[in-house]
């Protein structure tokens, strides 16, 4: 099963309004990142936040972590047309030196004009 | 750079036959991973290589996937007989080596849509 479960699976909003998504996982982790794809195309990493970190800014985006909830949002605040997109969240487990990231399904994103 | 480049970008074959997908990671790189995406299943994790040895291949689905990676700038997906529900997206990501613990940030190439008929 997946390791990340996103939350909600669909979401539309307005141009301008923010928008948050949220991640749920299962086991330990090193870090979780999300990637954007946009259809047809391949993932675009957005955001890493490390295991120790609470959250996170890149421009329009802020990522929180909570360790103990196993769970993640991704906001990105004044939502434009080019953000419509699917965001998947993705999860580095602890331990074992494993390279490999776990992809949850993803929210897809669609911002209307 | 030019990125994670791979190829053909649209293979569509029959049941049956043979299909090689081709990956180049980015140069430095040394961890190469396969993903196969379907709107049943998502994102999974097919196999990946480190310094190019196979890692961890239990995502491979089946005896008939089959992977490698000659060197560090060429790996290649092999389905071999080809089956209609291997039709997917097929993506190649590479990642630079890591600066301390698991999990980097990995770069996508623009994937190969198989259409098995």
């Known amino acids: 099963s997946q390791q990340g479960e996103e939350d909600p699976q669909a979401l539309s909003i307005q141009e301008g309004e923010n928008a948050t998504m949220n991640c749920s996982y299962k086991t330990s982790i090193n870090n979780l990142q999300w990637y954007r794809q946009n259809s047809g195309r391949g993932l675009v990493h957005l955001i890493l936040?490390?295991?120790?970190?609470r959250e996170k800014h890149s421009g329009r985006l802020r990522v929180t972590l909570d360790t103990s909830k196993k769970s993640s949002s991704l906001l990105i605040t004044a939502s434009r047309a080019a953000d419509t997109a699917s965001y998947f969240c993705a999860t580095a487990n602890s331990g074992g030196g494993a390279d490999g990231l776990t992809f949850g399904k993803g929210t897809h994103l669609i911002i209307q004009p | 750079d030019a990125g994670v480049i791979q190829s053909p970008r649209h293979e569509v074959t029959e049941m049956g036959q043979e299909v090689t997908l081709r990956c180049k990671p980015i140069s430095g790189h040394n961890s190469l991973f396969w993903y196969r995406q379907t709107m049943m299943r998502g994102l999974e994790l097919l196999i990946y290589f480190n310094n190019n040895v196979p890692i961890d291949d239990s995502g491979m689905p089946e005896d008939r996937f089959s992977a490698k990676m000659p060197n560090a700038s060429f790996s290649t997906l092999k389905i071999q007989p080809s089956e209609p529900r291997d039709s997917a997206v097929y993506f190649c990501?590479?990642?630079?080596?890591?600066?301390?613990?698991?999990?980097?940030?990995?770069?996508f190439g623009p994937g190969t849509r198989l259409t098995v008929l």
């Open positions: 990501a590479s990642s630079p080596p890591l600066p301390g613990g698991p999990g980097n940030e990995q770069f």
């Open positions: 936040i490390r295991s120790n970190e």
